[in-house]
């Protein structure tokens, strides 16, 4: 199961267990703890204080009373001081021992603040890496769904290197207003090889939906179809399927859907993080994506930051999530 990025108030959310970033006294305080108290009522405090605390980095459960949850996770995060003193290690821990405590609870889906991201003084940039790298190892060998919460995107920082390079990317590249009808990759050879479904949808972000007709005419040669050509792809680099849509932050029902039905019509953002999974460069990657109708445009800001990846070789699906978040574009993969 994928992780999903997003912006929200972490009491608002539903789902099997909601964490919190409490105190060793697990005591109510303020930042996500207090708003976690506040929403589920007196009682969890009352049951959180026969607990006896909690360590840095251990977690311990308890009911989610009003919340829209099952269980409350609290964990301890590191103090921040200075990067010196095993704060990442502890950090990591505590996104482990909550999700290992999840899935001892039977949860199937787990949502996570920042943890130290706040009070605790964790620089939010790292804080967000190893939120998703811990949560993406757990779920190599695990099925669950982990909503990662970044109440504050303006919180994140984005002064690091990657990010003067997409910006200066971006600049160079991005096209405000489109000024042409034809997106970038468009060429006349490749679309005579490999004519596009409905170009004429290319430039809108579908949904995933069953394609209306799965049967082909007898009398048509019919060209290799999307899911065919991912099947192929993946054999071609000698992945097992279920190593490509986790690299691809796929849900493996839609990926199970894909696989089963040739006419499968996939929306734009699932086509690219299959490519990002397969690392294909720029060429392979415009024609995976016009089996499925569509192109990559420079008038599309998501579009043009999943380039600058691509061409840097960089095929983090999480990195890549992190920008498109950043930059308030719809994400890859199995999204919310
Ligand atoms: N929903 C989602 N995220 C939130 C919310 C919310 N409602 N409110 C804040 N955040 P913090 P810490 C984000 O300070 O650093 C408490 O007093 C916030 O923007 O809540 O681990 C405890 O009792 C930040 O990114 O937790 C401890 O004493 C992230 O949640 C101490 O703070 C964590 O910020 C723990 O500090």
Known sequence: ?????????????????????????????????????????????????????????????????????????????????????????????????????????GCESIAFPLISAGVYGYPVGEAFEIAQRTCADFLKENDMTVYIVVFNRSALEFSSKLYSDIREYIDDNYVEEQLELYPRSLNIERSISAPAKGFAGSMAVMDEMP???????????????????????IDEKGMKDSECYKRANIDRKLFSKIRSNPEYKPSKQTVLAFCIALELDL?????????????????????????????????????????????DQKLLGSVA
């Not at 394609?211 to 792809?233: G, H, N």
């Open 1 to 105: 199961m994928p992780i999903q990025i997003i912006r929200q108030d972490i009491t608002k959310i539903k789902c099997d267990a909601i964490v919190n970033a409490a105190n060793k006294y697990l005591i109510a305080g303020g930042g996500v703890d207090g708003a976690i108290h506040r929403a589920a009522g007196p009682r969890l405090q009352a049951e959180c204080l026969k607990l006896g605390g909690c360590n840095v980095g251990e977690a311990k459960a308890t009911g989610g009373y009003k919340l829209n949850c099952k269980y409350v996770i609290h964990t301890v995060g590191p103090k921040w001081k200075g990067g010196n003193n095993n704060e990442a290690e502890k950090l990591e821990s505590c996104y482990k021992s909550s999700l290992e405590l999840a899935k001892e609870k």
């Open 283 to 327: 060429d392979e990657t415009d024609e995976m994506l016009l089996k499925a109708g569509f192109a990559l445009s420079n008038s599309i800001l998501g579009d043009v930051i999943v380039e600058y990846f691509i061409k840097s070789k960089n095929y983090d699906i999480f990195k890549i999530n992190e920008a498109l978040f950043a930059y």
């Open 211 to 233: 394609c209306e007709s799965a049967s082909v005419p007898e009398f048509k040669i019919r060209d290799e179809s999307f899911s065919e050509m991912l099947l192929r792809k």
